[in-house]
């Protein structure tokens, strides 16, 4: 089975079985229609692992049913439970043909010469070296498909184990509405946070959910689930959930209804309970206990019931009509109420909040500068004096620049309360390649070198996900427009003069860092003559003495020019227009030449960025 032939298979075995399941009326839709959910896929599947000839007809049909029964309840049932994609018609098609088309690209890749060798070798590795497929088929094959379906049946008891979601769309529950007194029953029925705690009376507690966000000072719907082991009467009993750091904070009462449950039945409870406003904001652990009056009723269990994060949110921690201490650059300004555009609360060791940030451009070109802001508050006092680190990543967690610096303000002299905003202007380096980088950002001791923790949070070695900047390729605008005032130099008659709307004959982007060439003009080389060369430059760094050096060669003969031309002195960022003689030898041919140029440091004589250089072909004239 050739890879045309294996494509062919597929891509008419996917149409088919679509087909069936789509288009086929009634009852004939559903007993076809199987042949795209139980065997289809399976059977692609066996032409990832055996040839033609490697296993006869009857065992890959029976292979076929085997992994089609668990590759389908598999990849159905996990992408439900961690993806939240809904079990549909439509989902259940699109997820069966993706498997089906995933071993196709398999097979394609078997046929592959270059894959063909590690192919090979895995295989040889899952066949457990015996060299004979089939017989590793007989013994290997059933225990696999044996695996499968015991992960299949036993999933929502794997998960239970590991606090995972349960979802039965047929279990029948009975719902206690406390406003009325009334019950309700239900059908289907899903458990966000799972939790078994076995209670003596013959209730068991399965688990609970929290349907809003857990705020300081305002109420969350939460449903607790129980279940009864037998058929029992309950009356009197409360539900008294205790939210505990190193004890309980505060707590949550539910009357359990008067009710007789039969064996199996399980009722869903509810109500709305109120966070106090002036508790801490982190993660608190749940324990769930039952009382009848003043006593506890006893369970096999630990009463945890899992732990949830009361988190600071923006609008307690800030508003627009707060004072705010503005720095820029490290120094103090006079600002205005301001309005913080990107939200972004991270709090850090209870004591350091903070509140977000703006970034602007987004897109910048390497050389070129952005701003960011960065905007903390102050919610305890810390005895340390912490650094911002803030790193620049590329996609594989490689610093690529960083601007670490320290608040203008020392922490330890934060006053609780206090709003800081520090505005940079940050740099990108010119040697950072054209890419979107992420930034990351956080708190830490110079001297110990660690790191200020998180609360109530997770991130990665404490470097929480700030942002992320694009860097494009440079562009002529990006260094000049032809509004710009020009300084022309002209060396061959010792003038200086201003101009606008100059254009430059041969754009080039070459950017040393302190100086950028942006272009060049060079006249006719006659031999024995002066040409005129014109380098269009732009100082982005005045400290220092720098020099063009230039040299033109022969393609086709021995002839060189070389010299040195000086920039002179200007203000940062101005652009001027160097125009050097160019003297020819009486010698120099009537061969193409090449020309180069590069940028040199006028004290020490080295090159700088030596290998950015320009070849181009010019006719002697």
């Given at each position: 089975?050739?890879?045309?032939?294996?494509?062919?298979?597929?891509?008419?075995?996917?149409?088919?079985?679509?087909?069936?399941?789509?288009?086929?009326?009634?009852?004939?839709?559903?007993?076809?229609?199987?042949?795209?959910?139980?065997?289809?896929?399976?059977?692609?599947?066996?032409?990832?692992?055996?040839?033609?000839?490697?296993?006869?007809?009857?065992?890959?049909?029976?292979?076929?049913?085997?992994?089609?029964?668990?590759?389908?309840?598999?990849?159905?049932?996990?992408?439900?439970?961690?993806?939240?994609?809904?079990?549909?018609?439509?989902?259940?098609?699109?997820?069966?043909?993706?498997?089906?088309?995933?071993?196709?690209?398999?097979?394609?890749?078997?046929?592959?010469?270059?894959?063909?060798?590690?192919?090979?070798?895995?295989?040889?590795?899952?066949?457990?070296?015996?060299?004979?497929?089939?017989?590793?088929?007989?013994?290997?094959?059933?225990?696999?498909?044996?695996?499968?379906?015991?992960?299949?049946?036993?999933?929502?008891?794997?998960?239970?184990?590991?606090?995972?979601q349960?979802?039965?769309?047929?279990?029948?529950?009975v719902?206690y509405?406390?406003?009325?007194?009334?019950?309700?029953?239900?059908?289907?029925?899903?458990?966000?946070?799972?939790?078994?705690?076995?209670?003596?009376?013959?209730?068991?507690f399965?688990?609970?959910?929290?349907?809003?966000?857990?705020?300081?000072?305002?109420?969350?719907?939460?449903?607790?689930?129980?279940?009864?082991?037998?058929?029992?009467?309950?009356?009197?009993?409360?539900?008294?959930?205790?939210?505990?750091?190193?004890?309980?904070?505060?707590?949550?009462?539910?009357?359990?209804?008067?009710?007789?449950?039969?064996?199996?039945?399980?009722?869903?409870?509810?109500?709305?309970?109120?966070?106090?406003?002036?508790?801490?904001?982190?993660?608190?652990?749940?324990?769930?206990?039952?009382?009848?009056?003043?006593?506890?009723?006893?369970?096999?269990?630990?009463?945890?019931?899992?732990?949830?994060?009361?988190?600071?949110?923006?609008?307690?921690?800030?508003?627009?009509?707060?004072?705010?201490?503005?720095?820029?650059?490290?120094?103090?300004?006079?600002?205005?109420?301001?309005?913080?555009?990107?939200?972004?609360?991270?709090?850090?060791?209870?004591?350091?909040?903070?509140?977000?940030?703006?970034?602007?451009?987004?897109?910048?070109?390497?050389?070129?500068?952005?701003?960011?802001?960065?905007?903390?508050?102050?919610?305890?006092?810390?005895e340390?004096?912490?650094t911002?680190?803030v790193?620049?990543?590329?996609?594989?967690?490689?610093i690529?620049?960083?601007?670490?610096?320290?608040?203008?303000?020392?922490?330890?002299?934060?006053?609780?309360?206090?709003?800081?905003?520090?505005?940079?202007?940050v740099?990108?380096?010119?040697?950072?390649?054209?890419?979107?980088?992420?930034?990351?950002?956080?708190?830490?001791?110079?001297?110990?070198?660690?790191?200020?923790p998180l609360?109530?949070?997770?991130?990665?070695?404490?470097?929480?996900?700030?942002?992320?900047?694009?860097?494009?390729?440079?562009?002529?605008?990006?260094?000049?427009?032809?509004?710009?005032?020009?300084?022309?130099?002209?060396?061959?008659?010792?003038?200086?003069?201003?101009?606008?709307?100059?254009?430059?004959?041969?754009?080039?982007?070459?950017?040393?860092?302190?100086?950028?060439?942006?272009?060049?003009?060079?006249?006719?080389?006659?031999?024995?003559?002066?040409?005129?060369?014109?380098?269009?430059?732009?100082?982005?760094?005045?400290?220092?003495?720098?020099?063009?050096?230039?040299?033109?060669?022969?393609?086709?003969?021995?002839?060189?020019?070389?010299?040195?031309?000086?920039?002179?002195?200007?203000?940062?960022?101005?652009?001027?227009?160097?125009?050097?003689?160019?003297?020819?030898?009486?010698?120099?041919?009537?061969?193409?030449?090449?020309?180069?140029?590069?940028?040199k440091?006028g004290?020490?004589?080295?090159?700088?960025?030596?290998?950015?250089?320009?070849?181009?072909?010019?006719?002697?004239?």
């Amino acid at each position: 089975m050739n890879s045309k032939n294996s494509l062919f298979c597929v891509i008419v075995l996917v149409l088919l079985g679509i087909a069936l399941y789509v288009f086929l009326p009634g009852l004939l839709k559903s007993v076809l229609g199987l042949l795209f959910v139980l065997f289809i896929p399976g059977f692609i599947s066996t032409y990832a692992f055996f040839d033609k000839d490697e296993i006869d007809l009857v065992e890959r049909l029976a292979l076929s049913i085997g992994l089609s029964i668990s590759l389908v309840v598999l990849v159905v049932m996990f992408s439900n439970l961690y993806l939240k994609i809904p079990i549909t018609f439509v989902t259940i098609v699109l997820q069966i043909s993706g498997i089906c088309m995933f071993f196709m690209l398999a097979i394609l890749a078997k046929r592959s010469r270059a894959v063909r060798g590690v192919y090979a070798g895995t295989v040889n590795v899952l066949t457990l070296r015996t060299g004979n497929p089939k017989r590793t088929l007989m013994h290997l094959a059933p225990a696999v498909i044996i695996l499968l379906l015991v992960l299949n049946i036993a999933y929502p008891v794997i998960l239970s184990k590991y606090g995972g979601q349960y979802w039965d769309e047929n279990m029948e529950y009975v719902i206690y509405n406390p406003v009325d007194g009334s019950f309700e029953d239900a059908k289907g029925i899903r458990i966000s946070r799972l939790r078994t705690i076995n209670f003596e009376n013959g209730l068991v507690f399965l688990g609970y959910d929290i349907r809003h966000s857990l705020k300081r000072g305002e109420k969350a719907h939460v449903n607790y689930y129980f279940q009864s082991k037998k058929d029992v009467s309950i009356e009197g009993l409360t539900v008294v959930t205790d939210f505990c750091i190193d004890g309980p904070v505060f707590q949550n009462h539910v009357l359990f209804p008067s009710i007789e449950l039969k064996k199996g039945q399980i009722l869903s409870i509810s109500n709305d309970v109120t966070i106090p406003k002036d508790i801490p904001a982190t993660v608190y652990t749940m324990h769930v206990s039952l009382f009848r009056g003043h006593g506890l009723v006893k369970a096999r269990d630990s009463s945890e019931a899992g732990k949830v994060n009361i988190p600071y949110y923006f609008d307690e921690l800030y508003d627009s009509s707060m004072d705010v201490l503005s720095f820029y650059n490290g120094r103090s300004i006079v600002h205005e109420k301001t309005t913080i555009s990107r939200l972004r609360v991270c709090i850090f060791e209870e004591k350091i909040a903070f509140l977000g940030y703006d970034l602007s451009p987004g897109v910048v070109a390497p050389g070129y500068k952005f701003q960011v802001t960065y905007y903390w508050k102050s919610l305890d006092y810390v005895e340390k004096d912490y650094t911002v680190f803030v790193h620049v990543i590329d996609s594989r967690g490689r610093i690529v620049f960083q601007q670490d610096h320290k608040p203008p303000v020392p922490t330890s002299k934060w006053v609780p309360g206090d709003i800081i905003s520090e505005k940079y202007d940050v740099r990108v380096p010119s040697h950072v390649n054209e890419s979107t980088y992420r930034i990351r950002f956080g708190l830490y001791d110079v001297l110990s070198g660690k790191r200020m923790p998180l609360s109530g949070r997770s991130a990665r070695n404490n470097a929480p996900y700030l942002s992320q900047i694009t860097v494009r390729e440079k562009r002529i605008e990006d260094y000049y427009n032809q509004n710009m005032i020009v300084l022309v130099a002209d060396m061959t008659e010792n003038t200086f003069i201003l101009m606008r709307n100059i254009t430059i004959a041969n754009p080039v982007i070459i950017d040393y860092g302190p100086v950028a060439v942006l272009g060049y003009e060079l006249g006719d080389l006659r031999a024995g003559e002066t040409a005129r060369l014109t380098y269009y430059v732009k100082v982005l760094d005045i400290r220092g003495k720098y020099l063009i050096h230039t040299l033109i060669t022969e393609t086709e003969g021995p002839g060189i020019i070389a010299f040195d031309a000086e920039l002179p002195s200007v203000e940062e960022g101005s652009v001027i227009a160097l125009v050097v003689p160019v003297e020819v030898p009486d010698s120099y041919g009537r061969s193409g030449s090449i020309f180069t140029f590069a940028l040199k440091d006028g004290d020490s004589g080295e090159y700088i960025g030596s290998t950015n250089k320009v070849f181009e072909r010019v006719e002697v004239k």
